[in-house]
C-alpha cells in the first residue's frame, strides 16, 4: 500500500532540507508548518498543511488524516540563547508539541517509525569529543528541553519505533541568520551590495564547534530513521572543531570588498561552551554515514545564498 512520510517544521531550516532528499526518493510527503501563511514553497509530492503543535485537538486531526509510517519531527524551537529569554515556549513546543505529535501517533495505533532529532546540548560540557554515553547535564533550557523530548520519545508505547539522532552544529543555505556563520554571511553579502558599513561586531571567537552541512546532517537523519535501532541516540557531527575566528577568517576571505572585525562584549552568550566536540564513531559503523560535504563549499553555498535574497 502507499505510505506517506510526515515531515514536522518542513519550512523550517533542516526541514526544508530533509524534505528535497525525501522528495528526491520519491517519497510522498505531507509536510507540516506553522499556521498563519500559505505553502512555503513547491515540492514534488508534497502536501503542506498548517498545524499547530501546541493544539493538541489538531495535530490528533492531522496525524488521523495522514496515517503516515514515518514520521521526522522536525519542528521546535531552536535558538539556544533565545532559550533564556523564552524558557516557557521553548518547553511548550519541544516538549509539549512533541507530547501531542507521540500521543496522536499512539491512537492511530499504526507501526510507524519516528525520528526525533535531538541535540548535542544534552550532554555535559568537555573538553574531549563526547560520545552518546557521556553524561547527560544540559546547561541551557534549550538543553533540558531536547532532553525531555528524548525521554517522551523512549517511553512511548504502542507499534511505534522512535529513533534519536543527537545532531550537533549544523549549518547551510536558508539557515537563520541568528545563528553565527549565517549570521556573518548575511553581514558580508550585506556590505557587498552597500546595504552596510564594512564592518562585523562579534562576541566569543575562541568557541570551538563541530559543524556539518545540514544537507549531510539530513542524510543522517533518513539513514537513523530507516535502520537505526530505537531509543539508541546517534551523534550526528563530523567529528572535527573549527574556531569561529577561523569560520570568519574563511568568509572574510571570501568577500568580494574589505571587512573589518570589531569585538562587541555585549554579544557573549551565558554559558557559552568553549568546546562542542562530537564522535560520530556510533553512526558511522553501525549505520555507515560519514559527512561528506566539505565545509569550503558549504561556506560558498551559504554565502551565495545571502548574495541572491
Known sequence: M????????????????????????GAGIVAWHRPGGGPPREVPGTRWEAVDLHD?????????????????????????????ESTETTFATNVRGTHHLLEALEQVAAPARVLIPSSALVYA????ALTEEHPLVPASPYGLSKLAQEMLGVRTNGPLAVTIARAFNHFGPRQDPYFV???????????????WEPQISVGNLDA?????????????YRLILERGLPGRPYNVCSGRAIAIRDLLDQLIARARVPVDVRVDPARYRPNDTPLLLGDPGRLRDELGWTAQIPIEQTLDDLLEYWRTR
Open 56 to 84: 493538541r485537538n489538531a495535530v490528533h486531526a492531522a496525524i488521523a488524516r495522514a496515517q503516515p509510517s514515518a514520521v521526522y519531527h522536525c519542528a521546535g524551537a531552536a535558538h539556544v540563547g533565545r532559550s533564556w
Open 125 to 128: 560540557s568537555a573538553g574531549e
Open 208 to 220: 570551538r564547534r563541530d559543524l556539518t552541512d545540514v544537507r549531510d546532517t539530513v542524510r543522517a
Open 2 to 25: 502507499p505510505t506517506t512520510t510526515l515531515v514536522t517544521g518542513a519550512a523550517g531550516f533542516a526541514g526544508s532540507h530533509l524534505v528535497d532528499l525525501l522528495a528526491r526518493d
Open 181 to 195: 556563520a549565517s549570521g556573518f554571511a548575511r553581514r558580508i553579502a550585506d556590505i557587498e551590495h552597500g546595504r
